[in-house]
């Protein structure tokens, strides 16, 4: 049980575009999902709390009108990473919470040129 | 605030060597604890965990045990085997699993 998944799982895009990027929690509901950035050979940087019916919560330094939450269900988040730039290019990963324990999805790599 | 610090890798041993892997936290209150494990190009995998001093968390041979006294949660495992190459992650949350605070990852490689 607490699987989650993420779609797509790798996305190359011309800069100046956006991304959209699911985060499914496949056998449970998750009330509050969360957004990870991560850096090549670095550890997971909490981007922002996704909460189901609200606004987002943002980690001071990110850009909530560039990178744009929504979490319409109790299964589904969505980030979309807008008007993409080369610098905007990492591992992004989300995670579910249920029981008191995240659950990762295996995250989305994406590239942009 | 809440952190996590674990010991620097690159940890290199070889089939069925004995493992251990440092984590130390500092935080207010009485935070969960957490070892993920991240396998090559992929996301975060649960590994174990515990909630409360003295539980021990075990899964696939890993172990780790919640001290507070020396506000340790070490991984141990006692025969490691080459699929057990990953980064490994020790973390800490609050009590409702919010706001998980992440070291910053141990690699570990297994040579056979």
């Known amino acids: 049980g607490a699987v989650v998944s993420q779609h797509p799982s790798r996305v190359i895009c011309k800069s100046g575009t956006s991304v959209k990027i699911e985060c499914r929690s496949l056998?449970?509901?998750?009330?509050?999902m969360f957004w990870y950035r991560q850096f090549p050979k670095k550890s997971l940087m909490l981007m922002a709390t996704?909460?189901?019916?609200?606004?987002?919560?943002?980690e001071q330094g990110v850009e909530k009108d560039k990178f744009l939450i929504n979490h319409a269900s109790l299964t589904l988040s969505t980030l979309t990473v807008t008007s993409a730039h080369p610098e905007d290019s990492s591992f992004y990963i989300c995670?579910?919470?249920?029981?008191?324990?995240?659950?990762f999805g295996p995250g989305t790599r994406l590239l942009v040129l | 605030g809440n952190s996590v610090t674990q010991m620097e890798g690159p940890v290199t041993l070889s089939e069925e060597a004995f493992l251990t892997i440092n984590c130390t936290y500092t935080?207010?209150?009485?935070?969960?604890l957490f070892w993920y494990v991240q396998y090559p190009g992929e996301g975060l995998q649960l590994l174990l965990k515990?909630?409360?001093?003295?539980d021990k968390g075990s899964n696939k041979g890993f172990e780790a045990t919640y001290r507070k006294e020396t506000t340790s949660f070490h991984l141990e495992k006692g025969s490691v085997q080459v699929s057990d190459s990953a980064v490994y992650f020790c973390?800490?949350?609050?009590?409702?699993?919010?706001?998980?605070?992440f070291g910053a990852g141990t690699i570990l490689r297994v040579k056979s």
């Open positions: 995670s579910a919470l249920t029981k008191e324990t995240q659950y």
């Open positions: 056998d449970f509901q998750a009330t509050t």
């Open positions: 996704s909460n189901e019916g609200s606004k987002a919560t943002y």
């Open positions: 935080a207010t209150g009485y935070p969960s």
């Open positions: 515990a909630t409360k001093a003295d």
């Open positions: 973390a800490l949350s609050d009590r409702d699993g919010n706001k998980l605070v």
